[in-house]
Structures are given as C-alpha cells and as structure tokens.
C-alpha cells in the first residue's frame, strides 16, 4: 500500500512515517508544505523523511497561494471564530489537503495519513476536505491510533533512530503559518495559570514594547492589502512585515478559551500580529465604505463564514454562496487606513 503523509519534519509525523511502515507495510510519500513556518528548511526536511525511510518526497512553496487562496477571503470576510481567533490554523488545514489529493492522485497511492490527534478539530478539517476531493482515497491518522503518550513516543523514536530534540521539548503543541502562531496544552490547560513569556516567540509582552508608537498606513483594494507605507509589495512580504511590527509592538497575543467542533472548551494561546493589524484595518474600512444595512447584515454572514471555516467545511456549498455576497460587496472597499501601533 502506498500513503502520501503530511510532514512537518517534527517528531510526531516523523514517528508517523516508521509507524506506517511498521503497521500497515506502506511505502510513504511525504509531502511538506512551506506556509510561513519559519524554521523550515524544506531540503532538509525532504532528506529527513527519506533517511527515516520515505520512497518519495515532496516540497513546495505554498504561500502565495496560502495568501490569495485562504488568508484574502479570510480577510474579506473579518474571519475570527468566536470574535478573537483569527482562523490561522484553521485556515492551511484544506491548503495541505487539496496538496495531500494532489499528489496522491498523481503517484497513485491509496491513502493519505496526517499527524493529528483524536481531540482537536484539524483531523476533521483534514478529513472533511480530502473526502470532499477524493472520496476513494482513505485516510490514515496514526496518532489516533497508536496510544502513545509523550514518553513513550519519545521511547518509540529512541528505538528507531529518530532523532529527538536534545533539549528539553517545549511543553506546548505549538502550530505555526504565515497568519499566525497559535499555542496550547502543558501548563496552559489550567486556567488559573497566565501564559508565560516562553509560550511568546512573535510579540514582545507590552511591558517590554517600546514607549514611543509607530505609525503605519496601510492600503486595500477591493478588500485585501495591496501597500504599506506608500510601497505596494508582495502580499507575502507585506504580511511578514505586519508580524514583524506588530509583534514589536506587543500586538496580536490571545488568550482565550475556545469551544473546538468534538464539543471539547478548551485554552488557547494564539500569537497573529499581523492578522490582528490588518483586520482590524480592514473592518474600520468597512465601516468608512459600507451601506449601514451592509455593515449589519455582512456581521451576520462573516461570523458564519468563519464558523464553517473553523468546523472544516471549506467545501460545503453554503461557504461558497456566502463568499458570492462578500466578494459583492467588497468592489468598494479600497483605500488607506492610518494605524498607531
Ligand atoms: N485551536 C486552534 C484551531 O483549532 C489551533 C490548533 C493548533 N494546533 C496545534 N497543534 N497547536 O484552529
């Protein structure tokens, strides 16, 4: 049997590859992504999986099609779940699946498998949309099937020469993309406890930020970012640039508890300064350039936009209908913000 499997390059997907060996005598593929991580040096990672013993690898650059495809229609669409969370995980989950398809068409393989657990809402985004893609495919969760705590895990990977990292794992599941950072379990899992700063890696706390603010002008057209500061630029570059100040600055750390699609509440840390500068950019916009009754009613089909988004169901044809009237609606939402960081 032949599985295309989503690789980070991590120890869990790393596992993932001598685990579907083991169990299920596949020949892998694997397939990495780069979508902002900022730590991926794809080449390596492609060397990583064929050392653990991947018959195949891929790596492509996704980031402008992350941007124009998922991230602008998130914009348009004010796309925070429960009023705070900016959808970034949510949003690359059918990015990786439409590649996962992709690929797995084009080397003919049976299935694909994805890294994530059985209590989060990714397995359902990554399955919800493959299904959509390819019903034939089948879809293979190896950590939902192998019981594994984190030692054994780590025991797992001593035992088949998967390198671990020397020192001492993060006590965070952290998952990171161009729209933000998002943080969760160890020590946060009690809501008594503040984040603490090893939980940040983007944003200064505002303690420490700068006195004096910065001020930053920034210029949509029909919806989406097109300059900074005068300087039309690449979307990407536009966006790491966003992060760069806004983190800075001490913007776009959330702290929240979120209720996930398996019916589980649970706390979540996020750090998306870039995200948090441009939405908020683009709702006073909005507000400037919107009829009053398009401003009350577009509420109500943006909070259900995001909502499908964050359950996964990018292909449901009701997503769809509602972009026809957001994409309506933003012919005439251009034009510059001012913002004071
Ligand atoms: N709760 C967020 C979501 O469901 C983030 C999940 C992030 N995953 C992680 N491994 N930290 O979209």
Not at 28 to 50: C, P
Not at 85 to 107: D, G, H, M, N, Q
Not at 210 to 216: A, H, L, R, S, W
């Amino acid at each position: 049997m032949k599985v295309v499997l989503a690789y980070s390059g991590g120890l869990d997907t790393s596992i993932c590859i001598k685990w579907l060996m083991e169990e299920y005598q596949a020949e892998i593929v694997s397939l990495t992504l780069e979508i902002g991580q900022e730590k991926s040096d794809l080449k390596q990672i492609e060397e990583k999986a064929r050392e653990l013993g991947a018959v195949k690898t891929y790596s492509i650059d996704a980031r402008e099609e992350f941007v124009n495809e998922f991230i602008n229609p998130s914009i348009r669409a004010n796309g925070f779940y429960e009023k705070v969370y900016p959808l970034s995980t949510a949003l690359a989950r059918p990015l990786i699946s439409r590649y996962l398809v992709e690929i797995a068409e084009k080397e003919k393989a049976d299935a694909v498998a994805h890294g994530s657990t059985g209590k989060g809402n990714d397995q359902v985004r990554f399955e919800l949309a493959v299904r959509a893609l390819n019903p034939e495919l089948d879809i293979i969760a190896p950590a939902r099937e192998w019981n594994l705590t984190r030692d054994g895990a780590i025991n797992y990977a001593r035992k088949h020469n998967i390198p671990v990292p020397v020192k001492k794992k993060s006590p965070y599941s952290i998952d990171v993309n161009l729209w933000g950072r998002s943080i969760e379990s160890g020590p946060l899992e009690d809501l008594a406890n503040e984040p603490r700063e090893n939980a940040y890696s983007w944003t200064t706390s505002p303690e420490k930020a700068p006195d004096k603010p910065e001020y930053i002008e920034l210029e949509f057209t029909k919806g989406v970012p097109s300059a900074l500061n005068g300087g039309e630029r690449k979307e990407v570059e536009l966006i790491k640039e966003l992060n760069r100040l806004g983190g800075k600055h001490g913007i776009g750390r959330i702290d929240t508890v979120e209720d996930r699609l398996v019916g589980i509440k649970s706390r979540e840390v996020y750090e998306c300064p870039a995200a948090s500068v441009i939405l908020k950019a683009h709702s006073e916009l909005e507000k400037l350039t919107l009829s009053r009754e398009e401003n009350l009613f577009k509420e109500i089909i943006d909070s259900k936009w995001s909502q499908m988004v964050y359950f996964g169901q990018w292909h449901d044809p009701l997503k769809s209908d509602l972009e026809a009237f957001i994409n309506e609606s933003q012919h005439v939402v251009s034009g510059r913000i001012k913002m004071k960081l």
